[in-house]
Every structure is written in structure tokens, then in C-alpha cells.
């Protein structure tokens, strides 16, 4: 098992606590097993990224988008980003965080049809 970088933990709980609103509404949805039963952790670190929200288990990354990411800047460290993680063998679902705020059901919805078609991929 990979040693744990004390900084970068602390760095991931730092960011649980600062978490927006979008990523709050988005693990309201996903913690303690509410999606078909799996675990997801949130503000973990991959590689040299923390990711909102992970399912080891599944290889599912779930990232909640602010306006910073809708900029051709945010688009292409996106890009970079979610190359990585799938070099890495993890599918990436990215959520726009104003629709967490529109249609949180819509939202629910849409990750408990991408965790199922990812489980059947997996498992």
C-alpha cells in the first residue's frame, strides 16, 4: 500500500471543510452507501489531484463544477486532469454545480445511472 503524504491529507481535509454548496448537496447524496449501496469517499487524493468525490471500489471519480471550470483555462486543466485519472483506470463524471442548485433529483438521477453501468463494467 502506497504511503500516505501527510501534507496532502491535510490538504484534502482542508478542503472538506471549505467545500461549496454544490459538493455539499453532492455528497448529501452519496454518503454513507445512498447510491446502490457504495462507498465514496470525498477530497481524496489521486496522484496529484484531490478529487471531489471517489468510489474506489468502482474506479468512479464524480467532479462538482463550478464557474471556474466553464473558463477555456479550467476546460483544459479539466482535460489534463481526467487524462490522468483515466490513464489510472478511473472514469470521471463531471456535474455542473448549478444544476446540483436546479435539480438535485435530476443530479441523483443521473449518478445512480453512471454508477450502475460503471458497476457492471468493473465487477
Same mark, same amino acid.
Given at each position: 500500500?502506497?504511503?500516505?503524504?501527510?501534507?496532502?491529507?491535510?490538504?484534502?481535509?482542508?478542503?472538506r471543510?471549505?467545500? /461549496?454548496?454544490? &459538493?455539499q448537496?453532492?455528497?448529501?447524496?452519496?454518503?454513507?452507501?445512498?447510491?446502490? *449501496?457504495y462507498?465514496?469517499?470525498?477530497?481524496?487524493?489521486?496522484?496529484?489531484?484531490?478529487?471531489d468525490?471517489?468510489?474506489?471500489?468502482?474506479k468512479?471519480?464524480?467532479?462538482?463544477?463550478?464557474?471556474?471550470?466553464m473558463?477555456e483555462a479550467?476546460?483544459?486543466?479539466?482535460?489534463r486532469?481526467?487524462?490522468l485519472?483515466?490513464?489510472? *483506470?478511473? $472514469?470521471?463524471?463531471?456535474i /455542473?454545480?448549478y $444544476?446540483?442548485?436546479?435539480?438535485?433529483? &435530476?443530479?441523483?438521477?443521473?449518478?445512480e445511472?453512471?454508477v450502475?453501468?460503471? &458497476?457492471?463494467?468493473?465487477?
Open positions: 500500500m502506497a504511503r500516505r503524504d501527510p501534507e496532502r491529507v491535510a490538504f484534502a481535509r482542508e478542503q471543510k471549505q467545500a /461549496n454548496e454544490f &459538493a448537496g453532492v455528497w448529501q447524496m452519496l454518503r454513507a452507501r445512498k447510491i446502490l *449501496g462507498k465514496f469517499r470525498r477530497e481524496h487524493p489521486i496522484g496529484p489531484y484531490t478529487v468525490f471517489v468510489c474506489l471500489e468502482l468512479l471519480v464524480i467532479e462538482v463544477d463550478g464557474k471556474d471550470h473558463t479550467g476546460k483544459q486543466r479539466d482535460q486532469r481526467d487524462q485519472l483515466h490513464r489510472q *483506470g478511473f $472514469d470521471v463524471m463531471r /455542473n454545480g $444544476d446540483v442548485a436546479r435539480d438535485d433529483q &435530476a443530479v441523483r438521477t443521473q449518478i445511472s453512471i450502475a453501468l460503471r &458497476a457492471e463494467e468493473v465487477l
